[in-house]
């Protein structure tokens, strides 16, 4: 007995050793980033804009150009050029790039200006992605002139033109694609070995837990700093954060995804970054009746209730509590890339008594004396959906829940598994509606959730106000006021109360301090991940292989 | 009826693990029903940014949550809410199981397979899996389709145990002279049968509650079970779990909750299946 | 013979119950499985209608479910809506083998650990160790699986760093290691997760193996041995748990949906990649097919665990086999 409790004990003590590190000298570093959804697939535009499949394919498919630093989407001249070496204005309705001629695709061919085309064609294609031939909508056509130069032209002059062009839909291998009819893409050979031009190619998935890249040697923009790019897949938010903790992963997107972030911020192994994030996320009312959207909804069509469930919470104190002291409250709906792009006023502070007041001179009181706030027999009482598996989500209900309560509103609130909550909240079928949404880099996407026009598509409340629409409209013909007519849309729609504008994320990164040149980008935030590099002296086992 | 709970009280009592059980178990049910009025309010967030997470200490015996909540009224308050679904739950099990086991018993013949074929089929699902299918066909759960739901999934084996009772006390001597006297089936099932599988039968109730505790906790621990603002305690944990580090008390408190719970209502069961055991005596 | 034809037979109609029983209940449920969360560009109607007539989903569900059982008939379980590109036979066969290995290696704990400490306990009986493990086994059998798991990986994992927290190997281990650094990996992230759900089931087992232990003691043949002067010793583990172990065996099909309950949990705070996780991912997401294949493998497996359990007592247990 006392033998085999020695020996039991002596191989646990060999197995709790870490294992020894199979050192081989090839590589030079190793990033881990851990994310809670994996890539269905990382070729850009032919499976959605989703943001797990544009993290790896970032880093796989080069932009003609990339955005400024700061997103700004109208600056012409400020674009980083990437495929494109430069670009030049012919006239107000077309647009000229010239190929950087080093830029070659990971299986040796060159790049071309037909690829350039063939990309712009599919993204055309309303059967494919009704969303994204949307948004090419402008560019009446795309022609390439020889192998180095591609022509395009736009329906109308404005502001956005080169942003259009160059930002939603990257050049595709023309060579390998042209072939595969564009309905069985997702079928192909070329699904399971995308061959792309970025800084890392494709090396394995395993399936349910790993993405794994490879650095391209030979990128013409230079050679990658680390070998090796790992998405590490854990849909558990407490499992992420112990592969970090625990040393087994490197870096995070969004340390407040943790209801406890400050384990990662004092610990001296990782440094933090903070980069304002395109989120924004709000509560969103409903103006139909969930049981019949042809008629107004009996409590939140009334502007004034909207108004004072707006004033009754304490908007601060949910974001700070959910995603740190630099995060906004948005005034209307703007990500905090927007909001410091608009200079969009800060919304106003809450104020419980004046929303009781609001409610009370439009009828609701308590007449029935239970705690909640009834008129003509009918209690306060709304619904919130939101997806079951985001925890902010669920933390920030959980306070909406018990502010309006003291002012004797009755939320319940109703977490649903994602296939419920997004037709639920497609076909209106709700009072509220805990939404997040990554927005595009622009304020002229606001059109869709928030025009007359986007009713039917995802505008699913039925917010209309023709006076927005129209400063939207008119934002997009004039560069020079876009701004201020932006500025104004926001500020109107916050007027009207369509929805509780409730957070616009400042995230904080959280990185290995074991790297170097760490950059991050707001719209893609890992895609500068080439030019990053290990400190010498600090390599951790898996750097070296 | 009061007399054989007497009996059972007893039994139990006269073994170890029986009176540490009932103590414990006579502790929590006191608890949930008199301390409630004495504490603060369970949904209470009086101060999330600087009042969360916040250690033991004088005016919250067990700390606060992530949302400045006091933890101890909530544990409190959860034991209502568990105690409730595990007593509502069990209560319709065992009346179902107890039910469709005597008929099936009774009855014999092609109602007994094919009760008993379903029966196998539904056992052959796991509960859990049974549980989440049925969290999904209702999207969003009133505490007392919980209830339902939970009941309705857990009286395959107590159907099954009831059914071997009958099976063997059909043969015994006076169940055979009151059929040969002529007496009515219902009379026989009700007067005759069911008196005898009592004893069974209240080993596997007990037994059960601890089960439905722990179902209960795991459910709500996926965020499918009892909803906000109700606390209980496996919602305790879904919340706390990101703080289990930094804050352990607010997911050790319900953990202890339930393992205390569960512990003391399977000592009772265990001591009465002892008792009631013609081996021990 | 006929017994063991007819409890084939049995198990068979067992089974085809509850394959029925899953399909309607989960189409009972409400939602799209085609709508996918995060996504800020949706199908398109014309896309979404494509792929509900690829999945039949626009049929009556009695066609539908004609359409499930004939490639069932030949073991093929569909394609799964989320993942497009994978059958549900790949993803199901990539993910055995990680429950397999899980509830494995704790069938096995259960079974030497727990029947032997039933045992020793039976022996035991009304001493103050019988009711200390009583009581300890009861504590252990009350802890919930994932609050036990949570504060395992704290302990181990995140605060002294002594074994990984989440996966099944480390996938950074250059597919070149040496199969002694895979296994002890493969060992190093098996040991929380096993040690978890042994711990919260293992109670069931040496309760029922004691319980059974009781029942053997009392036996004439127990006597019989006693009487004939043969050594304590043996007549107890020779001759009782020899004949108790058949009784524990009719239980192994009770064992098995616990311990997929258990994996369901356990799996989850591991990141542990079985068909625990899959399965529920799968309820979550609505994958019609995955749920299918998962219920239908597990029950299958239960069913044929119960039957082999019975065959096996039958052949055990000189009392059945005689009489």
Not at chain 1, 41 to 45: M, Q, W
Not at chain 1, 498 to 502: D, R
């Given at each position: 007995m006392r033998r085999a409790l020695v020996v039991l004990g002596f191989s646990i003590l060999t197995i709790a050793a870490p294992a020894l590190a199979q050192s081989t000298s090839a590589g030079r570093g190793t990033v881990v980033i851990v994310t809670a959804r994996e890539a269905m697939?990382?070729?850009?535009?032919l499976f959605g804009g989703d943001a797990a499949n544009r993290e790896v394919s970032d880093l796989m498919f080069l932009r003609l150009a990339d955005l400024p630093e700061d997103l700004?989407?109208?600056?012409?001249?400020?674009f980083v050029p990437r495929l494109a070496k430069s670009w030049r204005r012919i006239d107000p309705v077309t647009l000229a790039f010239e190929l950087d001629p080093r830029a070659k695709w990971h299986d040796g061919a060159p790049v071309t200006a037909a690829d350039v085309v063939f990309a712009i064609e599919r993204a055309r294609m309303e059967k494919l992605d009704g969303q994204l031939a949307g948004l090419v909508r402008r560019i009446s056509s795309v022609t390439a002139d020889g192998d180095r130069r591609v022509i395009f032209k736009f329906t109308a002059p404005y502001a956005e033109q080169f942003y259009d062009a160059v930002y939603h839909a990257p050049p595709l291998p023309a060579h390998l694609l042209a072939r595969v009819s564009p309905d069985s893409v997702g079928a192909s050979s070329f699904a399971a070995n995308p061959v792309g031009n970025g800084p890392y190619r494709w090396k394995r998935r395993v399936s349910g837990q790993l993405i794994e890249l490879s650095a391209n040697d030979d990128f013409f923009l230079g050679k990658p700093g680390l070998s090796r790019v790992v998405f590490l897949i854990a849909g558990d938010t407490e499992a992420r954060m112990n592969l970090l903790l625990g040393g087994e992963a490197d870096a995070v997107d969004n340390i407040y995804q943790f209801a406890n972030p400050e384990r990662l911020g004092q610990n001296p192994r990782f440094r933090l970054y903070p980069m304002p994030s395109l989120m924004v996320g709000y509560m969103l009312f409903?103006?139909?009746?969930?049981?019949?959207?042809?008629k107004p909804h009996p409590i939140l069509g009334d502007p004034a209730v909207r108004r004072a469930l707006a004033l009754a919470l304490d908007r601060e104190t949910i974001v700070r509590s959910t995603y740190g002291p630099s995060s906004l409250v948005p005034a209307g709906p703007v990500s905090a890339v927007l909001a410091t792009r608009l200079e969009s006023p800060a919304p106003p502070r809450n104020d419980t008594t004046k929303a009781r007041e609001i409610l009370g001179s439009r009828g609701w009181t308590d007449h029935d004396r239970d705690g909640v706030l009834d008129k003509d027999g009918r209690p306060l009482h709304l619904t919130a959906i939101f997806p079951a598996t985001s925890g902010a989500r669920r933390k920030m209900a959980l306070q909406a829940q018990e502010q309006l309560r003291r002012i004797g509103v009755e939320l319940e609130i109703q977490p649903l598994d994602p296939p419920v909550y997004v037709p639920t909240r497609r076909t209106g079928k709700f009072d509220l509606d805990l939404a997040a949404v990554t927005q595009?880099?622009?304020?002229?996407?606001?059109?869709?959730?928030?025009?007359?026009?986007?009713i039917g598509g995802t505008n699913v409340a039925h917010y209309c106000n023709p006076q927005v629409d129209t400063l939207l409209a008119r934002a997009s013909r004039s560069p020079e006021s876009a701004r201020k007519l932006w500025r104004d849309a926001v500020v109107t729609i916050e007027g009207d109360a369509?929805?509780?504008?409730?957070y616009a994320p400042v995230f904080l990164y959280a990185v290995d301090a074991r790297f170097e040149k760490v950059t991050l980008r707001p719209d893609s935030p890992w895609s500068e991940v080439w030019r990053w590099r290990v400190r010498p002296g600090q390599e951790a086992s898996r750097d070296r292989e | 009826m009061k007399e054989s709970v007497r009996y059972a009280l007893r039994v139990t009592w006269a073994r170890p693990e029986g009176r540490i059980g009932l103590t414990i178990l006579a502790i929590i049910v006191v608890a949930a029903l008199l301390l409630p009025p004495m504490l603060q309010d369970p949904r209470a967030q009086p101060d999330i940014l600087n009042g969360s997470l916040r250690p033991p200490n004088a005016s919250h015996l067990l700390g606060t949550d992530h949302l400045s909540r006091d933890v101890l009224s909530r544990v409190v308050h959860g034991a209502r809410v568990s105690l409730a679904v595990a007593a509502g739950a069990v209560a319709l099990s065992v009346t179902l199981g107890a039910l469709i086991g005597l008929v099936a018993g009774y009855a014999g013949g092609w109602v007994d397979a094919t009760a008993m074929r379903l029966v196998d089929g539904a056992m052959a699902v796991p509960r859990l899996f049974l549980l989440l299918l049925i969290a999904a066909v209702m999207d969003h759960i009133p505490l007392t389709l919980l209830i339902l739901a939970i009941g309705c999934t857990g009286w395959f084996g107590t159907s099954r145990l009831v059914r071997a009772e009958v099976l063997r006390i059909r043969q015994l001597e006076f169940v055979r002279s009151a059929e040969a006297l002529g007496a009515r089936r219902r009379r026989i099932i009700f007067r005759h049968l069911l008196p005898n599988v009592l004893g069974p039968l209240a080993v596997a109730t007990t037994l059960a509650v601890g089960d439905v505790i722990l179902l209960e906790a795991g459910l709500s621990f996926l965020g499918l079970g009892v909803q906000p603002p109700t606390p209980s305690w496996g919602g305790m944990i879904l919340d706390a779990k990101p703080d289990?580090?930094?804050?352990?008390w607010t997911s050790l408190a319900p953990g202890l909750a339930i393992v205390l719970t569960v512990l003391s209502v399977n000592l009772v069961g265990e001591a009465l299946r002892d008792a009631l055991d013609p081996r021990e005596s | 013979m006929s017994w063991a034809f007819r409890r084939m037979l049995q198990a068979f109609a067992t089974f085809l119950v509850a394959v029925v029983l899953m399909f309607f209940l989960m189409r009972l449920a409400p939602g799209d499985p085609l709508s996918r969360l995060g996504d800020e560009r949706p199908f398109s109607p014309a896309a979404l209608a494509t792929l509900r007539a690829r999945y039949g989903l626009d049929q009556p569900l009695l066609t539908q479910f004609r359409a499930f059982v004939k490639p069932l008939a030949r073991g093929d379980l569909g394609v799964s809506i989320q993942h497009p590109d994978r059958s549900v036979n790949n993803l199901i066969a990539q993910r055995l083998p990680a429950t397999l290995l899980l509830g494995g290696t704790v069938l096995l704990i259960n079974f030497t650990l727990g029947t032997w400490l039933g045992a020793w306990q039976a022996f035991r009986r009304g001493s103050k160790t019988d009711h200390l493990l009583t009581i300890f086994t009861l504590l252990l059998y009350a802890t919930p699986s994932f609050w036990l798991g949570l504060s395992l990986v704290w302990l181990f994992g995140t605060q002294w760093h002594l074994l990984p927290v989440a996966f099944m190997h480390d996938p950074l281990l250059s597919p070149d290691a040496s199969r002694l650094t895979r296994w002890t990996d493969l060992l190093r992230h098996l040991i929380l997760p096993a040690a978890t759900l042994s711990l919260v089931t293992i109670a069931a087992t040496v309760r029922y193996q004691r319980a059974a232990m009781l029942d053997v003691l009392h036996l004439d043949f127990i006597r019989t041995a006693r009487t004939k002067g043969l050594q304590e010793r043996q007549v107890r583990w020779r001759h009782a748990w020899r004949n108790a172990i058949g009784a524990v065996l009719a239980l192994f099909g009770l064992w098995l949906p616990l311990l997929v309950a258990g994996s369901v949990f356990v799996e989850s705070v591991f990141a542990w990649p079985g068909l625990g996780t899959l399965a529920a991912e799968a309820i979550g997401t609505r994958d019609y097919p995955v749920i299918m294949g998962s219920t239908i493998l597990v029950s299958g497996v239960v069913v044929l665990g119960s039957l082999l359990a019975d065959l096996a007592h039958r052949w055990l247990d000189p009392r059945l086999r005689e009489g």
């Open positions: 697939s990382p070729i850009p535009t700004a989407t109208t600056d012409e001249p400020r409903n103006q139909r009746d969930p049981a019949d959207t042809t595009d880099p622009t304020p002229s996407g606001l059109s869709q959730s928030w025009s007359c026009a986007g369509p929805a509780i504008f409730l | 289990i580090i930094s804050a352990p | -």
